[in-house]
């Protein structure tokens, strides 16, 4: 939350031609100051804010509630802080958005999503990079699910998984078979759940690299924000780049068998475990 604030201050601050110095000096701070708070790597508070929104001319009240709003959202302390000892700082950041967003997009070639992860294959792959904590980034893992049930306005989810990462046998063919039953389930009885398989059929493709992700928000002044997660890291692209990588999802999606075929996709694999 706190990136997607930053990334609409910083807009307004350009459409009016101000720069990251003058802005600064306004929240009593200097340009470095600014470009954390743009970047989400910093706490908005709200005086701040205000002063900000005075700068570059925003005086409609609505317009400065709703900000400031998100503002207060943003200064909440999250479930995963209590996590501090197994949860990064770079995945902290993304988890914040996770748990903001409306919908989300993915595509996974190596895992199954982490949103549909049974238990035992979470443990299994958490098992792979890590060798402690990992019943505390088991727990992380499975309370992010809990978007997927809210009572009030569930997340919606779009997932695209490559046929290879159902094949991967992580953890056994007991692990696998309940995974696989799990999918099937979840492609059956969840209205805000679509999964689609891509698979080998479809042929080479521009994102065999690695997974995406895109979250959306239901605040449509706020951007889709393009996650890309690595071993040690994530990147968050911008621009035309994120544009680009938008591209890909559509067109991996595209590819993918329609979520009707999903279930009887699923079922023929459990005939090979």
Known sequence: MRMQ????????????????????????????????LELGRHAFKPRDVHDLLDLYGV???????????????????????????????????????????????????????????????????????HQEGVDRRLSVRMARQEILRRPDRPAQLRAVIDEAALRR????????????????AVSEGMDNVNVRILPFAAGGHVALGGPITVVRFAHHDLHDVVYLEQLTGARYPEGHEAARYQEIMDLVTGRACHPARTAAFLKDLLSDL
């Open 5 to 36: 604030i930053g990334a609409r201050l910083r807009r307004l601050r350009e459409e009016k031609g101000i720069g990251r110095a003058q802005a600064g000096a306004a929240i009593r701070g200097s340009a470095s100051k600014m470009s954390r």
């Open 59 to 129: 005086h409609d009240a609505g317009e400065r509630e709703g900000l400031l709003d998100l503002v207060r959202q943003a200064r909440r302390p999250g479930w995963w802080q209590s996590f501090g000892d197994v949860v990064p700082n770079w995945f902290e950041q993304y988890l914040g958005l996770e748990q903001s967003a409306s919908s989300i997009h993915c595509y996974e070639v190596q895992y199954i999503p982490g949103l549909l992860q049974t238990r035992e294959y979470a443990q299994a792959v958490i098992g792979l990079e």
């Open 169 to 184: 046998p992580i953890g056994g063919p007991a692990t696998m078979r309940g995974q696989i039953e799990h999918l099937i």
